[in-house]
């Protein structure tokens, strides 16, 4: 049972425009969701979050954006750049008075920007 | 503190051989977490520690699989009679954990295990 799901692979955007990365999720539980980027042969690299009570955040290049009602929330990108080829990941957590739960991560999206 | 420090950073062992892996979290961090990634996958959820106390274990880690966190610092996780399906990226991350503002886990570079 997916979760959390990137149904987007794979994704290429030309240097200096928009880049937008989709994740959907199933467990209305979920109240907290981030967002990290991977390079090969490297852990995951946190990158921006939201919580369940805003419906946008932005921290310089990114914004991420929830849309609670449909379960969905996007990473956008912008102006993207050749460093953001990497693999995003998506992941969902449960807040506690101590701190997230555990992290549901999808299956990730390739980002590549073409010079 | 320069963050979470895991090792070693790759591990290539013979079909049922023990391993033992290390993670070294951020140092006011309370909160440990263990997870798996395969090629393809996103990373998976093992087991996670608040101090030295194991809070959940998922269901993929059967029997051959124990963490352990003695005295809430570093966290070591051993496979017992590894087997080629073991093969993997084993990932440590470390969060605050100490309310509910505590939010984002910091990810080390992962061991690499190979069963061979």
Sequence with gaps: ?115 | DTGVSQNPRHKITKRGQNVTFRCDPISEHNRLYWYRQTLGQGPEFLTYFQNEAQLEKSRLLSDRFSAERPKGSFSTLEIQRTEQGDSAMYLCASSLGISLGDTEAFFGQGTRLTVV
Aim: proline fraction near 5%; charge should be positive; charged fraction near 20%.
């Design chain 1, 1 to 115: 049972d997916q979760q959390v799901k990137q149904n987007s692979p794979s994704l290429s955007v030309q240097e200096g425009r928009i880049s937008i990365l989709n994740c959907d999720y199933t467990n209305s539980m979920f109240d907290y969701f981030l967002w990290y980027k991977k390079y090969p042969a490297e852990g995951p690299t946190f990158l921006i979050s939201i919580s369940s009570i805003k419906d946008k955040n932005e921290d310089g290049r990114f914004t991420v954006f929830l849309n609670k009602s449909a379960k969905h929330l996007s990473l956008h990108i912008v102006p993207s750049q050749p460093g953001d080829s990497a693999v995003y990941f998506c992941a969902a957590s449960r807040s506690t008075n101590f701190g997230n739960e555990k992290l549901t991560f999808g299956t990730g999206t390739r980002l590549t920007i073409i010079p």
